[in-house]
């Protein structure tokens, strides 16, 4: 084995094939033809004179050498990477940089228009992409690069994976003017007892939903009185104005629509705190660009 022999792009396809476990996909995220990619592991099978991959109902899985190598030489992969851009200035005003956000549905609706706003002010070249992770891929999606950082209700506990607290925020319960509860003998806090008149619509994204929401409802022993669950927030403006149900949601979508909307709105009595977060992984931590970004997140949410 002389490594001088070793093309170094084929280690990207080990590494990327690792991570997708399939080589088309692996292909796919490095602009390779299935045939070039094929023709890749093939040539990386002759060179560790080792299958790397076998066949499984779930997909490829590793071989023991094969996960020896993977971690090792993606880790090396994103240093050089890293090295490299830190190298060259950033120019936001120039840049032409294509940045691959992780935001949820909800984060979408409320941060996406204003971070959209500033970058066709402070760079007006760049594009935006708000890319689907599961809650569950997101620190793998991190590391492989598929996404530049993310903003949700998500947690560091990966290694390698960084933090920042933007705010913290909690559920509020919205209706419409004329819909149940009536403001009359009410104070802003709506109580369990009151809770237990009402029926409710709660959102359960598939790829992002935490479950507090149910949590707290079977907590009070009311989750039989939710009986609409949209996977999207863009149906609660008209679900509110439309019935006569309490439409729970975070309090900064709250104050939004009711601040556009005849809509009237509550604290909930023990609703639970949650913190939303913007994580991003350590090998960008000296990144210029990625620097610039983050910062640009922080400036226009970060509420702490």
Same mark, same amino acid.
């Given at each position: ?25 692996? $292909? ?78 909800? $984060? ?43 903003? $949700? ?6 290694? $390698? ?11 509020? #319960? ?29 959102? #359960?994204?598939? #790829? ?97």
């Amino acid at each position: 084995m002389n490594f001088r022999q070793l093309d170094l792009n084929l280690l990207r396809v080990l590494v990327a094939i690792h991570r997708t476990r399939s080589v088309t996909e692996a $292909g796919k995220s490095l602009a390779l033809s299935q045939p070039a990619a094929s023709n890749a592991l093939a040539r990386l099978r002759d060179f560790f004179g080792d299958e790397l991959f076998v066949r499984s109902p779930v997909g490829l899985q590793p071989t023991r050498l094969c996960e020896q190598l993977a971690p090792a030489i993606q880790a090396q992969l994103l240093a050089m990477e890293s090295l490299v851009q830190n190298h060259q200035p950033f120019d936001a005003l120039s840049s032409q940089r294509h940045w691959r956000l992780s935001l949820s549905d909800l $984060g979408e609706i409320l941060f996406f228009p204003r971070l959209a706003a500033a970058l066709r002010s402070e760079s007006p070249h760049a594009r935006l992409s708000n890319v689907s992770v599961d809650a569950s891929q997101v620190a793998t999606a991190l590391e492989a690069r598929d996404i530049d950082l993310a903003v $949700g209700i998500l947690k560091s506990q990966h290694r $390698g994976i960084r933090s920042q607290l933007l705010f913290r925020e909690r559920y509020m #319960a919205i209706s419409s003017k004329g819909g149940p509860p009536t403001r009359r003998g009410l104070s802003k806090t709506l109580s369990h007892a009151q809770l237990a008149q009402a029926r409710f619509v709660v959102v #359960a994204p598939t #790829a992002t939903f935490h479950g507090s929401v149910e949590k707290m409802l079977t907590g009070m022993k009311l989750q039989d009185r939710i009986l609409i669950r949209p996977r999207h927030f863009g149906s609660i403006a008209e679900l509110a104005q439309n019935t006569d149900l309490l439409c729970i949601v975070p309090e900064m979508y709250a104050r939004d629509l009711c601040q556009r909307l005849q809509l009237q709105m509550w604290a909930i009595e023990d609703a639970p705190v949650y913190e939303v977060n913007m994580v991003w992984h350590s090998s960008t931590d000296q990144d210029a660009d990625q620097q610039w970004m983050r910062s640009a997140i922080k400036r226009l949410f970060a509420r702490v």
